[in-house]
């Protein structure tokens, strides 16, 4: 667990209020991700973005990026999962 | 709905993009902070997205043609859909330009004057005077120099006290403010008694010096004395005259008539129903009128005319020729009176002073020695106090 992790648990603190990034999926249609570091792998069906020293895949079937600039992106399509992960 | 509008307004261009490390040419376009909107992957080589057209001068700017091939799939715009569309029809651009080159230019000239404030000096009188400094409809607007013609129209027009000259679009407005004369002071060389300069009943009375010789209701003669030029009083028990010049204002019911004789039998002119129409048009005091003279022997004519001020002054006058004939009738008193009675009745309304206020008016008719008589009356209330002038 990193400094960030332990500091939002310490003064019980929502994580993604502390942490560098953060996402928000929406009824499974949609992820707002904030905070990203750069597109790793992306086509219709998986979606991987940079963020922070993790990575956060994005599965589902006809993924569609509907907004990408340097900080936000906004992730369409049927979601099925999303995982944050190394 | 909201979208569509900002894509038009903010333009909406599709690009497509065919290379490899796809991902990192997105990375680095959103690096150098290109937006992009619905980025769709083709194929792995292939990548389609959309962006402003602030966003795409960035994109192609950012974009290493060497290594990647772009290509600009639509372009959605207001800029760009103006220019497709004045492509498609160019006669319109051509008006449009032309519209504007008009109304530019016709701006650039005096179309219309107008003279407010004036109430002792005609309007006639200023354009005649604005003519002799030579401007008339039609001026270059530059070539006037406002405060030189506000001084010369002021050095012209007597009456003046301060002109003003200004300019609103095609108007050329001329504000006049009117000296205010002094009451005339009395000739030394009148009499000293105020006298009746008409025939009429006295209505009010209001006397400031001497003694009023009538009184409210009184009829008088023109000439007769209203306020004679002494004051009396009483000293003790003795009644003491002293000479004062009389000072005072009479208002009195003054009628002016007129009176005029015709003949039983008249001459009346009906409609046939036959009528012709006729237009001409007027543009910068440019006027296609030409005489016409309808075949009718009789007629009679109505005039009208439309003015157009879109975008230049056009004024649309139509005459309607009515085809009239005559008819031998023997006029009854009330004929006679509907037919003869304005005429009579305009003649006693130029009898009437100007500062008069009109009460009433009526017109009668009679029959006398065979004849029809028309009186027309005007009943009006007036200063009738004057002085007489000595002769001496």
């Known amino acids: 667990m990193d400094f960030m992790s332990e500091?939002?648990?310490?003064?019980?603190?929502?994580?993604?209020?502390?942490?560098?990034?953060?996402?928000?999926?929406?009824?499974g249609k949609a992820v707002y991700v904030a905070g990203h570091k750069g597109l790793k792998i992306y086509n219709s069906e998986k979606i991987e973005l940079k963020i922070d020293k993790e990575i956060l895949t994005v599965t589902g079937q006809d993924l569609i990026i509907k907004h990408l600039s340097n900080n936000d992106c906004i992730i369409t399509g049927n979601i099925n999962s999303v995982v944050v992960g190394k | 709905m909201f979208q569509k509008v900002a894509d038009f307004v903010f333009g909406k261009n599709k690009i497509e993009i065919t290379g490899l490390n796809l991902d990192r040419l997105l990375n680095a376009l959103a690096a150098s902070g290109v937006i992009m909107?619905?980025?769709?992957?083709?194929?792995?080589?292939?990548?389609?997205?959309?962006?402003?057209?602030?966003?795409?001068?960035?994109?192609?700017?950012?974009?290493?043609?060497?290594?990647?091939?772009?290509?600009?799939?639509?372009?959605?715009?207001?800029?760009n859909s103006f220019i497709n569309f004045c492509k498609i029809r160019p006669g319109l651009l051509i008006g449009l330009v032309l519209t504007i080159i008009i109304i530019a230019v016709f701006n650039m000239f005096v179309w219309d004057v107008k003279v407010y404030g004036n109430e002792q000096i005609g309007d006639k009188t200023v354009f005649e005077a604005l003519e002799s400094l030579g401007i008339k409809k039609g001026k270059l607007i530059n070539d006037i120099d406002r405060k030189k013609l506000a001084q010369e129209l002021n050095s012209r027009l007597d009456q003046?006290?301060?002109?003003?000259?200004?300019i609103k679009g095609i108007t050329l407005i001329i504000n006049i403010k009117e000296r205010i004369l002094r009451p005339q002071e009395e000739d030394e060389k009148t009499a000293d008694e105020i006298i009746s300069g008409y025939d009429c009943q006295i209505v009010k009375i209001a006397l400031l010096n001497g003694?009023?010789?009538?009184?409210?209701?009184?009829?008088?003669?023109?000439?007769?004395?209203?306020?004679?030029?002494?004051?009396?009083?009483?000293?003790?028990?003795?009644?003491?005259?002293?000479?004062?010049?009389?000072?005072?204002?009479?208002?009195?019911?003054?009628?002016?008539?007129?009176t005029r004789y015709y003949a039983t039998d008249g001459v009346k002119y009906i409609r046939?129903?036959?009528?012709?129409?006729?237009?001409?048009?007027?543009?910068?005091?440019?006027?296609n009128s030409k005489n016409y003279q309808p075949v009718y022997n009789f007629f009679e004519t109505e005039s009208s005319q439309t003015k157009i001020n879109f975008l230049i002054p056009l004024i649309i006058h139509k005459t309607v020729y009515y085809e009239q004939k005559p008819q031998l009738i023997a006029l009854t008193l009330e004929q006679a009176r509907e037919l003869y009675g304005r005429e009579v009745l305009e003649v006693a309304r130029q009898k009437t002073p100007k500062d008069a206020v009109v009460l009433n008016?009526?017109?009668?008719?009679?029959?006398?020695?065979?004849?029809?008589?028309?009186?027309?009356?005007?009943?009006?209330?007036?200063?009738?106090?004057a002085r007489q002038k000595f002769t001496s």
């Open chain 2, 160 to 166: 003046a006290s301060l002109v003003s000259v200004e």
């Open chain 2, 361 to 385: 008016s009526f017109i009668k008719a009679n029959e006398e020695n065979g004849l029809i008589r028309i009186d027309a009356v005007f009943e009006t209330e007036l200063k009738v106090g």
């Open chain 2, 211 to 258: 003694t009023a010789l009538v009184k409210v209701g009184d009829i008088v003669k023109k000439g007769e004395v209203l306020a004679a030029a002494y004051e009396e009083y009483y000293e003790g028990s003795q009644k003491v005259k002293e000479p004062i010049r009389a000072e005072g204002e009479f208002w009195g019911k003054v009628w002016f008539s007129h």
């Open chain 2, 37 to 79: 909107r619905n980025i769709c992957r083709v194929t792995h080589r292939i990548v389609t997205f959309d962006v402003t057209d602030k966003m795409l001068k960035k994109a192609f700017g950012s974009i290493d043609p060497s290594q990647y091939n772009v290509r600009l799939l639509s372009r959605r715009s207001l800029k």
């Open chain 2, 272 to 287: 046939t129903g036959a009528k012709k129409t006729k237009f001409f048009w007027e543009i910068f005091g440019f006027k």
């Open chain 1, 7 to 27: 500091l939002s648990k310490l003064i019980d603190l929502p994580a993604d209020i502390i942490m560098r990034y953060r996402y928000t999926v929406l009824g």
